[in-house]
């Protein structure tokens, strides 16, 4: 399978900077390398071109839902941690400073993600 995975922004506070440098930070120490990413904002036509399309927080869906022009009528708009069996909003470490428990629960999403992309694709 080939897999196009991208990062968007719902806000157009940061459109066009380089991550956060304490995000790039711990990103590093876990190996993953940012290059020379930018901020850039979630389109609406990115709703059909992706089978995903995953949030951090409810604040994330509603606005992502907004963008995708109100409606999420094929059901792609999850909360990341919905994939871990939680309901719960992925603290965002701008405002909490907590790096590595917001690393855990992307790690914990992600995975869950995986798994039931695995079952479903039968890989």
């Not at 907004?66 to 309901?87: V, Y």
């Amino acid at each position: 399978s080939d897999w196009e995975i991208e990062s968007a922004a719902v806000s157009r506070e940061e459109i066009g900077n380089p991550v956060y440098p304490p995000a790039r930070q711990e990103l590093a120490k876990h190996g993953i390398s940012c290059g020379d990413k930018r901020a850039v904002r979630l389109k609406a036509s990115d709703y059909d071109t992706y089978d995903y399309l995953i949030g951090m927080d409810t604040a994330n869906i509603r606005n992502m839902t907004r963008i995708a022009g109100g409606a999420d009528k094929e059901q792609k708009i999850f909360k990341l941690l919905t994939f871990a069996g939680s309901g719960r909003d992925v603290a965002d470490p701008w405002y909490t400073g907590d790096f590595d428990a917001t690393f855990a629960d992307v790690m914990a999403g992600c995975s869950g993600l995986l798994e039931k992309i695995r079952r479903e694709e039968n890989i």
